[in-house]
């Protein structure tokens, strides 16, 4: 079975601030691929990255970056001088490729809240 | 290119009533997948349609069921609703079936079952 942890429910940061958001998975599968969504309050999840589970280069997308270590089950999200457009909750997912495991299994989520 | 559509987008109806949403994957795309989201269980994935076949299912009692057309929109059906019910249904349309592939979500529509 897979099974998706975000520990932390609820961050809040003063604007400028880094944040890290923590992601912890577990499967049997080798081969698996990561995600990490964003819900503004809006309700749309927007994708942010999609990561394979034999690649684990760190990757950097502007003030977004993401470190993925196998050894650990972990999958987090860093923000660099965060700002208040980021305030959402943000989602981490995992999807096997083989059988019932290929679906989307969501962590439970951190809202983030960005302050002025 | 237009996203996912979702209609309707808010929706109220009582216990014992059936519910069909529906969905409209972006052009091109043949996978259609249903999740609900709620405060207390989180996103749960309901199913998957591809080509107008269901290639996989969540852990969702025979309440719930969906379809697809020829033109990829999907529709979910929830009969007898039970309050429990109550969440917000969000559809997303991916190119390739599966889980690993990016998906885009629609808006959602909100159900509230009184």
């Known amino acids: 079975a897979q099974k998706v942890t975000q520990a932390q429910t609820e961050i809040s940061v003063v604007e400028k601030e880094d944040v890290t958001l923590d992601c912890v998975y577990e499967t049997r599968d080798t081969t698996y691929y990561l995600f990490w969504y964003k819900q503004p309050p809006s309700g749309e999840l927007v994708f942010l990255i999609r990561r394979n589970s034999f690649d684990e280069q760190n990757e950097i997308s502007g003030r977004y970056s993401w470190n993925f270590q196998k050894s650990t089950s972990s999958f987090n999200f860093t923000i660099t001088a965060s700002q208040v457009v980021d305030s959402a909750v943000y989602f981490c997912?995992?999807?096997?490729?083989?059988?019932?495991?290929?679906?989307?299994?969501f962590g439970s989520g951190t809202q983030l809240t960005v302050l002025p | 290119k237009a996203g996912v559509t979702q209609t309707p987008r808010y929706l109220i109806k009582t216990r014992g009533q059936q519910v069909t949403l529906s969905c409209s994957p972006i052009s091109g795309h043949r996978s259609v997948s249903w999740y609900q989201q709620t405060p207390g269980q989180g996103l749960q994935f309901l199913f998957e349609?591809?080509?107008?076949?269901?290639?996989n299912k969540g852990n969702f009692p025979g309440r719930f069921s969906g379809r697809q057309f020829s033109n990829s929109r999907s529709e979910m059906n929830v009969s007898t609703l039970e309050l429990g019910d109550s969440a917000l249904y969000l559809c997303a349309s991916s190119f390739s079936s599966g889980g690993a592939g990016e998906q885009f979500f629609g808006p959602g529509t909100r159900l509230t079952v009184l």
């Open positions: 349609y591809f080509s107008e076949t269901q290639r």
């Open positions: 997912a995992l999807s096997g490729v083989a059988g019932s495991a290929r679906q989307l299994t």
